[in-house]
């Protein structure tokens, strides 16, 4: 059996993108997030970034499955 960390992309490819991505949800949502150690911010906040790049990734599959 296979296994893979949950910390590396499959399309490494689109690491940058998902960063990129990443430091922005946390802006919109005031997650002071760092490229560096982010060690002092709370499980919450970590968790809130997750799971709002997670929406937003949703929505926007289903705009382009809709067609839209």
Excluded: C, H, W
Excluded at 29 to 53: A, C, E, I, W
Excluded at 58 to 63: F, H, L, M, P, S
């Amino acid at each position: 059996m296979m296994t893979s960390s949950s910390n590396r992309a499959a399309v490494p490819e689109a690491k940058g993108a998902l960063d990129k991505f990443k430091y922005e949800v946390a802006n919109e949502l005031g997650v002071p997030l760092t490229d560096g150690y982010n060690g002092d911010l709370t499980s919450r906040q970590n968790g809130s970034v997750g799971g709002y790049m997670v929406k937003k990734m949703i929505e926007q599959q289903e705009k382009q499955m809709a067609g839209k």
